[in-house]
């Protein structure tokens, strides 16, 4: 929604890859926004993720750059 609403009308705040794959913004003032951690994601352990998570993480790992 953030990318829809700068589009053309002013200065958002937004994670660079969603930004530059919707193709509708560009990078401005690089030198004040220094590089984030990255996307944490917490759940409660590795043995019995439900389908539904482990099918987001995948979609995460993929989407997103390490």
Not at 41 to 62: D, N, S
Request: aromatic content about 8%.
């Amino acid at each position: 929604m953030m990318v829809e609403a700068a589009a053309g009308m002013g200065i958002a705040y937004v994670a660079e890859a969603v930004a530059l794959e919707a193709g509708k913004l560009a990078l401005v003032l690089e030198e004040w926004c220094p590089p984030g951690p990255g996307l944490c994601l917490y759940y409660p352990g590795r043995r019995h993720v439900p389908a539904g998570l482990r099918a987001f993480i995948e979609v995460l790992r993929q989407k997103l750059p390490n």
